[in-house]
Structure formats: C-alpha cells, structure tokens
C-alpha cells in the first residue's frame, strides 16, 4: 500500500497548495485505514529515509502526520494544548495565495490542522494564541479580522505585545516598546498569557514559526512524551536520522559557525544542536519558572528557555524528530542575517548563568570585540575544521580556538 502511496504522491509538496494540503490529511487516512500500528509505520518511514529520495517526502510527511493520530486517539485524560507564535511583517503570508504571490493563509491552516489532529477526540482542549510582535503593517489586526470573518474567537486570540508594555505585565519587564524585541519577547509573552487561562492538570504549551514548515498535525509528537514520560520539554529537531528536511537555499556553513560558536558558551545543553527549530513544547508546570527573569527578547529565546530548563532539571528535554518543508521565500528573517546580535546575547547568557571558564571567556571577548564588518569576513573565512564537521560533532569538538577567529 506505501508503494502505492509512493507512485501516486506528488514528487513535491507545497503546504500552501490547497490540493496539497489536503491530499496530506487523504493520504494520512489511507494509511490509517490500513490498520498499520505506530511501531511499524516507524520501520516504514525508516526504510524510506534510509533511501534518502527527496520525491518521498509527501509520504513521509504522512508518516508523521499518522503516527501523530494514532497518539492522539490514545487520550484518554483531559488535556489541553496552546500554541503561540508571533507575527511581524506576516501580512502578506497571512493572506490566500490569491491575494498575494507570498500568501500561505496560514493562521486558517494552522487551525485546520489542529481541528484534524483533534477531531472526535473529547478529552483534548486547543487553542491558537497569535502575538503580534510591533508590526508596522498590523499583522494582528489582521488576524483578528480573520479570526472575526470565520467565528474563530473561542479557539484562537489574538494578542499585542504593546499592550503587555504599556500594562506593565510581568513577561514585559525590561522592555520600553515593541522595539526591544525581535520575537522571543511576543512568544514569552503567549506563553505567559496560556498559563492565565490554564485551569487543566495537562496542559502543554507550544511555540512556532507563523509560516507553514513544521505542520501542527505533528503536535502529539511532542506531547506524547510530556505525557508519557518524565521529560519536561519536547524540542523538534531537523537533525535527528529519523527527521525529514526539506530546505531551500544554503546557509549550512554560517549556520555551523552558529553552533560551534554558542557551543563554546552554553554548557549545559548537552548533544541538543538544533536550538532554533520553531516546535518546541513545554509542560505548563514549568513555564512560569523558566520565563521569570529572562534577559533576551530577540532571536537567541529559544536557547535561553533551553538552558533554564537544564539548569532547572538537567536531563529533562528530548528532542524528536519531525517533517519540516522550508517555507522561506516571504521569511523575515532571512534578510536580518541575525546570528551576531544572536551569538551576542549568547555571551551574555553565559556570564549570567555560569562561572567564569578561561576558554569560554575567550569566546565570549571574541563576540562582544566583532562588529558587522568583523563578522562578515569571518562568515567568508570559516576555517575548514568547522565547515568540514557535522553540527553534532561541535559538543566535544572544540579545537578551533577563538584566536583563530580574529579577523585582523
């Protein structure tokens, strides 16, 4: 039947294609249909990758999509699942493919897929917590028009981080407008805002990218093992052997010299690589104390929430591996190129949350001497010990030194 599946799939997949879309959730029940139990929809999908042909990516894609549902039928205790993302500069991608060449329609994809991962499933609870981020062209005005047009008020809200400013709330501390932060303050803060609402024992909340690359039908991924085991964070990952990554373009190397880079400062994280992975999921219990205090609002968040969650339980997060298609032609961040302001705030971090180490000092100096100019060259001189490696090898690996760094 998979090879069936195979030979009548599109060769591509675009999720913002509504023939597409929907095919998905049609091949998802064909393969449910056949009965196949999670272990061995498992062995498929690790036949498949083995053989590495990016024209299976629409099967494995409902692979992950099948093993998410059969999860999710197994509920049997009330849960409750928030999602927040944020949204600067989305107007055009908010928008049907019709209205603009960039649209993705993605806040009513996103809902859609919730809706199926959750249908006729009673004890679960959903809601969409958009956040917008200070966009000048109103992108949560125009989310919460959508939300009005279709009667979407009790599964999803709409929020403004402005709003948190000028009221003072708790997740908001630090900063004087929206200027002082590039997403990591409006995510934090709907993360805050899903604890006030949160009155059930199992409750999960999420975060992700606004665009469509992780497909929320893959929410029980990350939830199952909040539910089933002792873990406390579950973090998507693009770089386990079991994921499925299709990416456009080529930022491999400065994406390398990213990792090795905050790994010579943050210590605590272990074999965790792929940090900036928009799906991650956290146990509500948790998110007050890994939120209160937090120093950075911008990009570097995610890192941030990771190692307080260490630092808070060591050993507590696991990563999973999901289906993410690269959905980067309308990105904003991609232009913003923002891995020194990152790795900056990374320095910082480290003199916050650890003692002072020689090595790591080095590095942290290295970061907060570079300017613009400083960092583009070294992106052109990336020396071979790095772009030669595997991101998982940068854990132990560290004999490039931050002296063979300097760029003058």
């Not at 009513?108 to 956040?131: A, C, G, M």
């Not at 956290?282 to 570097?300: L, P």
């Amino acid at each position: 039947m998979i090879e069936q599946l195979i030979d009548s799939s599109p060769k591509a997949l675009d999720l913002t294609n509504e023939r597409h879309a929907e095919r998905i959730y049609d091949s998802v029940s064909a393969i449910l249909k056949e009965g196949y139990s999670f272990s061995e929809l498992v062995d498929i999908e690790t036949r498949l990758i083995k053989q590495n042909n990016p024209e299976h990516i629409f099967v494995l894609l409902a692979l992950k999509l099948a093993k998410s549902k059969i999860l999710a039928a197994q509920i049997d205790q009330p849960l409750m699942i928030s999602v927040v993302f944020a949204v600067y500069k989305e107007h055009n991608r908010i928008r049907k493919s019709s209205e603009h060449p960039h649209g993705e329609d993605f806040l009513l994809k996103k809902v859609r897929q919730l809706e199926w991962l959750f249908e006729n499933q009673p004890h679960v609870t959903w809601e969409l917590i958009v956040v917008d981020d200070g966009c000048p062209e109103k992108s949560g005005e125009i989310a919460q028009h959508i939300v009005d047009a279709n009667q979407l008020n009790d599964k999803v809200r709409v929020l403004f981080l402005e709003n948190a400013i000028k009221k003072g709330y708790a997740p908001a501390s630090g900063m004087s407008s929206t200027r002082d932060s590039q997403k990591g303050g409006s995510i934090v803060y709907g993360m805050w805002e899903a604890l006030r609402q949160s009155k059930i024992t199992n409750h999960m909340v999420i975060y992700t990218d606004a665009d469509l690359s992780t497909h929320l039908g893959q929410v029980m991924l990350l939830a199952n093992p909040l539910l089933k085991k002792e873990n406390l964070v579950a973090i998507g990952s693009r770089r386990k052997p079991s994921s499925v990554v299709i990416k456009k373009g080529s930022r491999n190397y400065r994406g390398k010299l990213f990792i090795y880079l905050w790994k010579r400062l943050i210590p605590n994280l272990g074999d965790i690589v792929d940090t900036q992975c928009g799906f991650k999921a956290f146990k509500a219990e948790i998110v007050r104390d890994i939120i209160d205090g937090m120093i950075e609002k911008k990009f570097a968040f995610d890192i941030e929430l990771l190692l307080r969650t260490s630092l808070l339980k060591k050993g507590n997060i696991i990563k999973v591996p999901i289906a993410w298609i690269d959905s980067e032609a309308a990105s904003t961040t991609t232009d913003l190129q923002p891995y020194l302001p990152m790795l900056k705030s990374i320095a910082k971090m480290y003199r916050k949350y650890f003692p002072k180490e020689d090595r790591a000092e080095e590095f942290a100096a290295l970061i907060k001497s570079m300017d613009d100019d400083d960092f583009a060259k070294l992106l052109e001189n990336i020396p071979e010990e790095i772009r030669d490696r595997q991101p998982r090898e940068f854990t132990t690996f560290d004999k490039v030194k931050a002296s063979d760094l300097k760029t003058d």
